[in-house]
């Protein structure tokens, strides 16, 4: 009887403890799905289309993380807080639009609180035909109470542009991302300014920027505090990608690096910068950083 009795309390433990392990797997597997920075940044463009299409401005504040940007052509416009957030339906009514949808989600660059997108989108007719097609890029945040759009900034489908007018941004732009460079590592702040414009925002992870002042961040950078904290010298562009290109604004892709004294890499950032035309100056004017990487 005794016997029995403890092989029946082996069991039993034994049934307990692959039960725990059970728990504990599913409990990892169910956090995994919560956590999934990409789907949950989706879904709250999903929710911000839903009541855009009801043309429900109080309803969209809830989608927005703050402040919020629209970037328009070669200026911003900003929501501090919620209630600021604007959209005159109206007007877009007035156009012939009925309803928009996304149509094609891409993902640039993601991390926990942050996820780069550029989205494809068509609005329609009431009549069901198809007003016109575009793109945006959206840069989606989690914040205290979720996640919301925090910064868009729109531009004409790839199909809509001639070969030519595409290059001939590229073009600029590309040249005035390596000036820029070429400024900041010689050190040399009216260089900078030459390739920056003012006002400049900046998404340094979960920090906001609004740089109204060509005298400080992130117009200007402070090279002596970089100096003395990093040690740095010098900085490169790998991986340069275009996103978007259109007369006048071009998206940009890369990761650049950060090298000291010594000549060893010690940062990586990934990032997506926004170059615009503005009286016939191409230069930064928004710039989206990610978390960034270091050397062991």
């Not at 799905?33 to 879904?43: L, T, V």
């Not at 609004?210 to 040690?231: C, H, K, Q, W």
């Amino acid at each position: 009887m005794i016997k029995n009795k403890l092989k029946y309390g082996h069991l039993v433990l034994r049934l307990r403890n692959i039960a725990a392990v059970i728990f504990l797997l599913l409990g990892n597997s169910t956090n995994a799905a919560e956590s999934n920075p990409e789907q949950e940044a989706q879904a709250a463009l999903d929710a911000f289309l839903v009541d855009w299409n009801r043309s429900d401005l109080a309803a969209l504040q809830e989608h927005l993380s703050f402040p919020t940007v629209t970037h328009g052509p070669g200026f911003f416009v900003i929501a501090q807080e919620e209630g600021q957030f604007e959209q005159d339906f109206a007007a877009l009514s007035a156009t012939g639009w009925q309803r928009s949808s996304f149509d094609h989600f891409e993902v640039l660059q993601a991390s926990e609180n942050k996820v780069n997108f550029l989205v494809d989108f068509t609005r329609y007719r009431s009549n069901g035909e198809v007003l016109s097609t575009s793109q945006v890029f959206y840069v989606v945040s989690k914040q205290e109470d979720g996640w919301g759009m925090q910064y868009r900034s729109g531009g004409a489908g790839a199909s809509s542009l001639t070969e030519a007018a595409r290059d001939r941004a590229i073009l600029e732009a590309t040249s005035a991302l390596y000036d820029f460079f070429d400024a900041f590592n010689a050190k040399d702040n009216d260089a900078l300014f030459e390739v920056n414009h003012v006002p400049q925002l900046m998404l340094n992870g979960d920090v906001f920027i609004n740089g109204t002042d060509r005298e400080y961040p992130p117009v200007a950078v402070n090279f002596a505090g970089l100096i003395a904290i990093e040690s740095w010298e010098f900085s490169v562009v790998e991986g340069l990608e275009v996103i978007q290109a259109v007369p006048g604004k071009v998206i940009f892709q890369m990761e650049f690096e950060r090298f000291n004294s010594d000549g060893i890499k010690y940062r990586r950032v990934p990032a997506l910068w926004v170059l615009t035309k503005i009286h016939g100056k191409w230069g930064v004017q928004f710039r989206s950083l990610m978390l960034p990487t270091f050397a062991q």
